[in-house]
């Protein structure tokens, strides 16, 4: 079934902070528009309206037909406890909650119910239409293809982070919606899953809303671009592609800034006219007044006329003035502006493994040895699951070895962050877990710091398991300004990040001269971010290419 959505004038905020008003959208077949913006900007709270999941503040939202089915795939898939790998993806792709509305048709129909058959038509269709008749085959192929070799019947909570990614996938690509809205599908994909994603959002016939901080996934999908501009309170949609967007931008803010230079000289240069003619004629009248004993009558009306000719020109600069088009100064965006702050350095070695293995059920690490020196900038590789973070948490020490040894070097000072961002999931406020980890700080000077970051007194008081999961990445990257380190450990760090701060980020690094462990899918930032070594994992086994 093909169908179009169409927003009209929408609304939305949070307490009595707007964050969009009377926006417009059509999402018709074959579009894939990606959403773009600052982290806060509304773009989750856009697609839960667009989804029917919440209600807006004002405006309609029109589907056409109104039978089609509308799937939301949020950032952070729910792992509800007891619920196997088969009925999250059931209950991701519709069909589960299609089933049920099937069999309670059923039921109506053998009850005898009035307008039972035409209930059982709807629902079955919609059942099928969602691809409820070979999921289960589907299913297990997709899973196979995807390397998500746990079956299906497992507790999705059992599962590693690396193969709740690939089950988010799966889902995704089981899907047979008729409008798609994907909030962040890219993060924690290794490179295999972009490429799938990617292929499997180009060829979507559904129009799609997606999204996204990896820009080239952007790049390589998108059609159209929505902006969501929080410092000028805008909201504007890019035909083209993103790098289409990214120049209309541009050019769209450089005029900005033109027109309103030139207003603002024009302006300043007639009220300066202005303020010299009133100045004039005041002189005027003062002169008048001095010589009004003057038996000159001819010069006394001279003065006079003479006055009354800059008051009248002076009139005439006011009424340009008020006459200008005026034109209001573009706001000056918030921005990131990040350092990483260093510590002492740390010994000629960082960290060693010898012959170091680690067992995990059928998972097998190693046996590796691997040598960091003071100053690499290591770059480390590998698909979800091949046990990336395994080395990351032997290399630090933190994960017990079942063979060999593992030291890190002295001086080493550790600042990480990791995938989960796990020092803020916790009950206590995000001031509280802050200053837990940087003791000595005074509450003030990490109130300062986290406004840098765009965290403000709305932020530091709330239980730090509700921040998003932006608001936790930039409270882990607050954290490494906060406090000096010589051993930078990063771990996904783009995941959640807006545009504008990953490149913060890339610059940080340039300047950061300390020892880099870097791990990340992101193909613009592996690109960009300048490392000396490349360590690849696959199946548990480390390479160095």
């Known amino acids: 079934m093909t169908a179009t959505l169409v927003a009209k004038d929408l609304a939305a905020g949070h307490g009595d902070r707007s964050l969009f008003s009377g926006l417009d959208l059509v999402v018709a077949p074959g579009d894939v528009i990606g959403l773009v913006g600052a982290n806060g900007a509304g773009k989750s709270t856009l697609l839960r309206l667009l989804a029917g999941l919440d209600k807006p503040e004002d405006g309609q939202l029109r589907l056409s037909p109104p039978t089609a089915a509308v799937g939301h795939l949020p950032q952070e898939p729910e792992r509800r406890p007891g619920e196997t790998v088969r009925a999250f993806l059931g209950r991701r792709t519709g069909v589960t909650a299609a089933q049920t509305a099937l069999d309670e048709a059923t039921q109506a129909l053998v009850d005898g119910a009035p307008g039972a058959d035409d209930a059982y038509a709807t629902g079955l269709e919609r059942w099928l239409a969602l691809g409820g008749a070979d999921l289960d085959e589907r299913a297990e192929e997709v899973a196979a293809s995807l390397g998500l070799t746990v079956g299906l019947d497992q507790p999705m909570t059992t599962l590693s982070g690396g193969q709740a990614a690939r089950a988010s996938l799966a889902s995704l690509l089981l899907s047979r919606y008729d409008i798609f809205l994907l909030d962040e599908p890219t993060n924690d994909l290794d490179l295999d899953g972009l490429d799938r994603l990617e292929g499997f959002v180009s060829g979507l016939r559904a129009g799609t809303v997606v999204v996204s901080h990896d820009r080239e996934f952007l790049v390589r999908t998108v059609t159209k671009v929505l902006e969501l501009d929080l410092a000028q309170q805008k909201i504007t949609l890019f035909g083209g592609g993103y790098e289409a967007y990214l120049e209309e931008r541009e050019t769209a803010r450089r005029h900005a800034r033109e027109e309103f230079e030139e207003y603002a000289d024009k302006k300043s240069a007639l009220e300066a006219r202005a303020h010299t003619q009133r100045s004039w004629m005041e002189k005027g009248v003062k002169n008048a007044r001095r010589k009004a ?217 340039d300047s950061y001269d300390g020892t880099l462990l870097l791990v990340t899918h992101d193909r613009r930032m592996l690109n960009a971010v300048h490392t000396t070594r490349r360590l690849d994992v696959a199946d548990g086994k480390v390479i160095e290419i």
């Open 293 to 509: 004993a003057d038996n000159d009558k001819i010069g006394r009306k001279f003065r006079a006329e003479s006055s009354e000719q800059q008051a009248a020109k002076a009139r005439q600069t006011q009424r340009l003035i008020e006459r200008l088009d005026v034109v209001e100064e573009p706001r000056k965006e918030w921005e990131l502006r990040m350092e990483i702050a260093s510590a002492d350095r740390s010994g000629a070695v960082v960290a060693t493994l010898r012959a170091a293995e680690v067992a995990r059920g059928d998972f097998h690490f190693g046996p590796v040895t691997l040598q960091v020196d003071r100053a690499d900038r290591v770059a480390i590789t590998g698909a979800n699951g091949s046990g990336k973070s395994t080395l990351l948490a032997a290399l630090l020490g933190r994960l017990p070895l079942d063979a060999g040894h593992a030291t890190l070097g002295s001086g080493v000072v550790v600042g990480e962050v990791d995938q989960a961002r796990a020092l803020f999931h916790g009950p206590e406020t995000l001031l509280d877990a802050f200053r837990q980890a940087v003791p000595d700080t005074e509450p003030a000077d990490i109130r300062t710091l986290l406004a840098k970051f765009g965290l403000k007194s709305g932020h530091l008081l709330r239980p730090a398991t509700t921040l998003s999961p932006g608001e936790r990445t930039r409270s882990a990257l607050a954290l490494l300004q906060g406090r000096g380190v010589n051993l930078l450990v990063l771990d996904e760090p783009t995941n959640h990040l807006d545009l504008p701060a990953i490149e913060q980020l890339e610059s940080a690094l």
